[in-house]
């Protein structure tokens, strides 16, 4: 054989060598449905990222309330600063995804894309950088195989230091940064060509911690002009559309949310009407994957009333209301409170739509808000650290958005997991859609263990539904009953060495019973007939 030929030979060989390793890459991706996400795809090292990037527009400023100079009800203590900034600073992205050269597919395949917001409660004191490590969740997610921008958004926000009540500042600024979220999302779209790093517009999720939550959940599930003026009552004579052309992406660009993660947060609704007549305004709701402690007093895990604070010094705000000639905002007079649903709530409130909305609820009966030296999510108290339970959050999430992706999720055995570890893997086999750790088989007499067991069983004599628990040890003993949305329907307190728990009045179905005693707790999954 000649050179020449060899010389072809040697390069047909590589390029074919090439394709084959790209088609292998191109491979790796939420599509296929035989991937393990309790494993990485890539490294860290394999991990690009891009800081800081704006999403300001050139064409209009965006104000940006600011507290920071308030003297004796300062957000930050930090004086002196300007009341209302519109130089865009605070409207930045940074982009985590696998390199160019670990992942050679991008125009061929673009990655899903996951769009996440930090907590911080609108406080001028919190940003990206700082708040919930959500820098951990975009590099994590980036591992597996997605395009993440770690979104900042305009904050400023005056609480009452005496009253709980939500005041007029938190409400706008939690417009506003539903305002930001919508405008990072179009603006992303809008360079998504111009960038090597190409995402799937298909397949668009959305993510965020507290109040990061919150923004993720309004913006995914009130999407529409007309249910933002319902919810935010006259907000929008200040501030203007939901849609507003402060961002390089301009108006006119529509995307579609295809899936959410929710971390200990909540989402706003009209207190008046039904909830399920609310929601069913949308054309489309995405399936939800949320993670919660039972034990959260910022965003309570059920469904209630959030009071709207009528002090005179916070019923109005009137900084960077420069929309219109109004130079003020107050809350209407008609309008005392509003409803706020947390996970449990708004995963009972999904369940009643029109058009059924797939969902996986976790909750930890003993975390409160965020992760904590409490949380264990059914792992056991001192048995994962809460890195861990980080990593095992995005597992989850891109677990669940695999089955999303391939339209898998309507057949997922188990949705609802308290103090229950899921062990779900891939989406492909209606096996693979069952989870196989918290699907266990139900018996009438079992055991657990407080500090010595506890016999627990129903006595279905005369009709009657009870809990009998029999404890080993006597003292002071808390129990909790909840249904399976993680809502607490019997609470007890008592000394005795037997307790019963009467339950005719509850529904048969699974519930979660949490014993406390000492410095021990024990959970168990029930069935109650």
């Not at 992205?93 to 395949?109: D, E, I, L, M, T």
Request: proline residues 4%.
């Amino acid at each position: 054989m000649n050179r020449k030929l060899v010389s072809l030979l040697v390069i047909f060989l590589l390029w074919y060598g090439q394709g084959n390793a790209q088609n292998l890459a191109c491979n790796l991706l939420s599509n296929n449905c035989a991937i393990d996400y309790t494993k990485d795809i890539f490294t860290e090292s394999q991990i690009y990222i891009s800081p800081a990037i704006s999403y300001k527009s050139t064409r209009n400023n965006a104000p940006d309330a600011n507290y920071k100079d308030n003297n004796s009800l300062s957000d930050c203590g930090i004086m002196n600063l300007p009341g209302c900034i519109a130089d865009g600073s605070a409207l930045t992205y940074s982009v985590y995804c696998p390199n160019a050269n670990s992942y050679p597919c991008y125009s061929a395949k673009p990655l899903p894309v996951i769009f996440f917001f930090h907590g911080g409660g609108y406080s001028d004191c919190n940003s990206n950088d700082n708040a919930d490590n959500i820098d951990e969740y975009c590099l994590a997610f980036a591992k597996k195989g997605y395009v993440v921008f770690n979104v900042n958004y305009r904050t400023g926000r005056l609480k009452d230091p005496n009253d709980k009540a939500l005041t007029a500042s938190q409400f706008l600024a939690t417009y506003r940064a539903m305002q930001d979220a919508r405008g990072a999302i179009r603006t992303a779209i809008s360079r998504n060509e111009s960038s090597f790093f190409h995402f799937d517009t298909n397949n668009l999720f959305i993510a965020g911690a507290s109040s990061g939550a919150q923004i993720a959940l309004h913006v995914a599930y009130i999407s529409n002009q007309s249910m933002a003026e319902e919810l935010f009552a006259d907000v929008s004579d200040v501030l203007g559309p939901i849609n507003i052309d402060y961002y390089a992406g301009k108006t006119n660009i529509d995307f579609r949310i295809k899936g959410v993660l929710s971390l200990w947060g909540a989402v706003y609704l009209p207190s008046t009407g039904s909830p399920a007549d609310f929601f069913n305004k949308n054309s489309y709701n995405p399936p939800l994957v949320t993670f919660q402690g039972m034990k959260d007093i910022v965003f309570l895990p059920g469904t209630s009333r959030v009071l709207l604070n009528k002090n005179s010094n916070y019923i109005t705000d009137n900084k960077c209301l420069v929309y219109s000639k109004q130079r003020s905002y107050s809350y209407p007079t008609t309008l005392n409170t509003i409803t706020q649903s947390g996970s449990s709530g708004f995963y009972e409130i999904l369940n009643t739509l029109q058009r059924k909305v797939n969902c996986e609820l976790y909750l930890d009966s003993d975390m409160g808000h965020g992760l904590d030296n409490r949380s264990d999510f059914g792992f056991g108290k001192g048995k994962i650290s809460t890195d861990d339970l980080k990593i095992y959050i995005v597992e989850r999430a891109t677990t669940f958005f695999q089955s999303v992706i391939n339209n898998t999720a309507s057949r997922l055995i188990t949705d609802s997991f308290q103090d229950c570890v899921n062990s779900r893997i891939k989406s492909c086999a209606p096996a693979d859609l069952r989870d196989k750790n918290c699907n266990s088989s139900f018996t009438d007499a079992a055991i657990a263990a407080v500090q010595q067991p506890v016999n627990t069983w129903y006595n279905l004599l005369q009709l009657q539904k009870n809990i009998y628990i029999n404890l080993r040890n006597i003292g002071l003993t808390k129990i909790y009953l909840t249904n399976s949305a993680g809502l607490v329907v019997k609470t007890i307190t008592d000394d005795k060495q037997q307790i019963v728990i009467p339950c005719n009045d509850l529904q048969t179905g699974i519930y979660f019973l949490v014993v406390q005693q000492g410095t021990k707790t024990q959970r168990q999954k029930l069935f109650i007939p």
